[in-house]
Antibody, heavy 122, light 107 residues
């Protein structure tokens, strides 16, 4: 069974930083692209960032480009999202999501973590 | 405002068939697959339909998907109270786009 356990969410002040971690199990982590998807309160889903299976390719949405950094440690089956210069509009539940293949483009998202709330407020 | 347009709400009574639409354009739906996700209240989304009309194992055949041109649809037959959820379509454009979501109410 695929499990994606997220840690690192919480309250942070505007301009601050936070790192999310996603510990994966139940599949061959190094064979699949991984994603971060967020959902602001009462809003729809937004694809935030992605990384290919090997880590050689990344994607960032326009709203987070230059502020967020995705990374992965295939030896530890863990995905990360480093979030800097946080803004109030980054407040959302962040989901760690497994792609259906090693390349995120064109894939679908077949397993989702439980989500963690990130609140940016003073 | 999402690139993929869904009705904000839909409803039906138990046993009914309900259809949720997802409207896009030639740059997304017309040229790629559409996927559907179900988000039960207070939970993470779950893959419901992939590649327009494929069901992952464990998804009942009451759920079906279709696509034609720049639009796609999710149909739910034999509606049950546990189907009450938000439903999102998704398709690739320059990036992955999600629809705005449809809240399904079972009356």
């Amino acid at each position: 069974e695929v499990q994606l356990l997220i840690s690192g969410g919480g309250l942070v002040q505007p301009g601050g930083s936070l790192t999310l971690s996603c510990a994966a199990s139940g599949f061959t982590f190094s064979s699949y692209a991984m994603n971060w998807v967020r959902q602001a309160p009462g809003k729809w889903l937004e694809w935030v960032s992605a990384m290919s299976a090997s880590g050689s390719s990344t994607y960032y949405g326009d709203s987070v480009k230059g502020r967020f950094t995705i990374s992965r440690d295939n030896s530890k089956n863990t995905l990360f999202l480093q979030m800097d210069s946080l803004r109030a509009e980054d407040t959302a539940v962040y989901y760690c999501v497994k792609a259906s293949s090693g390349w995120y483009r064109g894939s679908w998202f077949d397993s989702w973590g439980q989500g963690t709330l990130v609140t940016v407020s003073s | 405002q999402s690139v993929l347009t869904q009705p904000p709400s839909a409803s039906g009574t138990p046993g009914q068939r309900v259809t949720i639409s997802c409207s896009g354009s030639n740059s997304n739906i017309a040229n790629t697959y559409v996927h559907w996700y179900q988000q039960l209240p207070g939970t993470a989304p779950k893959l419901l339909i992939y590649r327009n009309d494929q069901r992952p194992s464990g998804v009942p055949d009451r759920f079906s998907g279709s696509k034609s041109g720049t639009s796609a649809s999710l149909a739910i037959g034999g509606l049950r109270s546990e189907d009450e959820a938000d439903y999102y379509c998704a398709a690739w454009d320059d990036s992955l786009m999600f629809g705005g979501g449809t809240k399904l109410t079972v009356l």
